[in-house]
């Protein structure tokens, strides 16, 4: 349906998350910029909400910064059509699903597919209740991506058979954030995807050092990384993208 394919169509994808508007839409801007300049395939851009329960305290933050600036979903629409301007590779939202309720979801929706937002990212929507948006997510052709946590290998293979886009692999159960040892065994996980689907997936979560990368895209199609960046976000504002690069390329590089 989408363009998200091609993020995977040249080795492992490098997909970094960045939440739009922290510290503001210039900076999230450039940190886009830096990361696809070094290697980014695919970017997840986070639409702000006031409580993001997959979000551990570091992108929480990020959320309420971005809130605190007056960033809209308005805006971000506006701010995505500038980017596209010269920002080529697939991008996705992720946010929550009362963002696009409360929005509309058709309205909301059909600006993804006027801005050429290639997918969305519902994490506290229920594989079950998936219907309330995958109906008008394929009337615009926009993926509605699924998140696999550690669960049975039934209710695995139930959500890959569907599967859009791409398969978003929690690496553990809980919120985002940095880790310490990875416990859950991936390799299971992805093995049961691939008897039951084709669609490429990425492993996220407490994904953050150059040596985790390479060891989850051994084991995946790829590696997903955010609280890492939004820390650099955090710590340097303005002037973070320019350390946004040189981490991404450090992680593509990786990956190869």
Known sequence: M??????????????????????????????IRAAVANGADLIELGIPFS???AEGSVVQGANLRALRGGVTTDKIFDFVREL?????????????ANVVFSYGAERFISACRETRIDG???????????EEFAPICHQYGVDLISLIAPASENRIAMIAKEA????????????????GDIKTDL???VDVIRQNTSIPCAIG????????????????????????????????????????????????????
């Open 84 to 96: 596209r301007r010269d920002v080529k590779v697939p991008m996705v939202f992720m946010t929550y």
């Open 2 to 31: 989408s363009n998200i394919a091609s993020a995977f169509a040249n080795g492992k994808a490098l997909i970094p998350f960045i939440t739009c508007g922290d510290p503001d839409l210039a900076t999230t801007a450039a940190a």
């Open 120 to 130: 969305l990212i519902l994490p506290d929507l229920p594989f079950e209740e998936k």
């Open 205 to 256: 979560f407490g994904i953050s050092t150059p040596d985790r990368a390479k060891k989850m895209a051994a084991i995946s199609d790829g590696a997903i990384i955010g609280s890492a960046i939004v820390e650099l976000l955090e710590k340097y504002g303005t002037q973070a993208p320019k350390y946004i690069g040189t981490y991404v390329k450090s992680m593509k590089d990786a990956i190869k």
């Open 187 to 189: 390799a299971a996980i």
């Open 164 to 179: 859009e886009g791409f398969l978003y692999i929690a690496s553990g159960l809980g919120v985002t954030g940095t880790r």
């Open 51 to 53: 409580d993001p329960t």
